[in-house]
């Protein structure tokens, strides 16, 4: 074949197609599918998203057109409450929970604070021994005697008649192994909706208050010395609260008091219920907080010494015992828990303490104005 001579068709490559336009009737690609051994891709919800976003409040331009939900009112505007989380007002003695003081930071209504323990999942069993740090023990439990039945038997006879005093007796820890647990559960779901951590003890900072700030000699008048026999009593109650032995009492939800404490078994007059821990800061410090679980702890002669509890971080069940209304008789009948501060070698500890024996079902309220008489309670269911 001369060189001339075109090829023939057969050798001839044909020419590349143009890639076909996309348009309206060009289906899309199939997704690739992956590998078998690759781990299936979780998709969040909207609700977790929404749960762990960060809380905007848009400020408005006029606030005179906001109307109490409850009473239908727009009249006294400096107890009328906003919520930050739906945008609607309250007044102050309206609402429920009463709100005795005007907030300083964020507010929420009863509505919006109920929803978090909605989103808490049922704790399981590892995670509260986990939560409260329960300590195992190999050897059996102890059974739980009073101390002042085993110093009887130690003490002598003497002819010298003693004034008998009240002795504090320890609590009787529920024997329902699953019972226990639902109380506890309790308790995990209602730190854990305040997001505050467990803590059976006060807690110090050098950045807040030491632990050297702690001193019984500086309160104004001086403070009652816990006897040896009570000291045993509370040294005995942590001790069973450490293997995971509690106070026999259920933290409940109630739309007019928020959270609260009522008895899961009968609980005899003079027994120990718990010591109010938390955070130990200087009065001085928290005098615009707008807390309203602040548990007085050191009342000394300077007042820059004089200390509190804040359990708004950390704290126990005492943190949800709510209190009465003193200024009406029918408050005053509900008090069946007294709140005493005692020196403790050295150190000021406050402890709650019934006073009276309590029925199974009966919520636990004590009188916040034990000392000073300062804070507004008239509004108090």
Not at 18 to 39: D, K, Q, Y
Not at 104 to 130: A, F, M, Y
Not at 151 to 167: A, D, F, G, L, T
Not at 351 to 360: E, G, S, V
Request: hydrophobic share 30%; net charge positive.
């Amino acid at each position: 074949m001369s060189p001339s001579t075109p090829p023939s068709p057969a050798t001839t490559p044909p020419p590349p197609s143009p890639p076909p336009e996309p348009n309206a009737s060009t289906p899309p690609r199939p997704f690739r599918r992956r590998h078998p051994s690759s781990p299936p891709r979780k998709i969040r919800s909207l609700r977790s998203i929404l749960a762990r976003a960060k809380h905007v409040v848009i400020e408005r331009e006029d606030y005179s057109s906001i109307l109490c939900e409850k009473c239908g009112g727009g009249d006294r505007p400096h107890e009328l409450l906003l919520c930050d989380g739906c945008d609607v007002g309250f007044h102050m003695d309206c609402v429920r929970p009463v709100v005795a003081r005007v907030p300083v930071g964020q507010w929420l209504c009863p509505s919006c604070v109920e929803r978090p323990p909605t989103r808490v999942r049922r704790i399981s069993q590892k995670k509260i021994i986990d939560f409260f740090r329960i300590q195992k023990y190999k050897n059996a439990r102890e059974k739980c005697t009073s101390p002042s039945q085993e110093i009887k038997k130690r003490r002598r006879r003497s002819i010298v008649i003693h004034k008998k005093r009240r002795r504090f007796l320890p609590f009787i820890p529920t024997e329902d192994p699953g019972r226990k647990l639902e109380q506890m559960r309790s308790l995990a779901t209602a730190l854990t909706a305040y997001k505050m951590e467990y803590s059976d003890e006060l807690t110090y900072s050098p950045d807040i208050a030491p632990r050297s700030a702690n001193q019984a000699a500086l309160e104004n008048g001086g403070m009652q010395v816990l006897s040896k026999e009570d000291t045993e009593t509370v040294n005995q109650c942590r001790a069973m609260c450490r293997r995971g032995e509690c106070p026999p009492l259920l933290v409940v939800y109630d739309s007019n008091e928020g959270f609260t404490v009522q008895a899961d078994s009968p609980i005899k007059d003079m027994t120990y219920i718990a010591e109010y821990c938390g955070d130990v800061d200087y009065i001085k410090n928290r005098e615009r907080d707008d807390c309203d679980c602040l548990m007085t702890l050191l009342l000394a002669t300077d007042p820059s010494q004089s200390l509190v509890v804040c359990p708004d971080k950390r704290g126990n069940i005492a943190r949800f015992i709510n209190g009465i209304n003193n200024h009406t008789p029918e408050g005053k009948k509900k008090q069946n828990i007294k709140c005493v501060r005692y020196n403790v070698d050295g150190e000021c500890k406050v402890f709650l303490i019934a006073t009276r024996d309590i029925a199974k079902g009966e919520r636990l309220y004590y009188d916040y104005n034990g000392y000073e008489h300062e804070y507004p309670t008239h509004h108090f269911v």
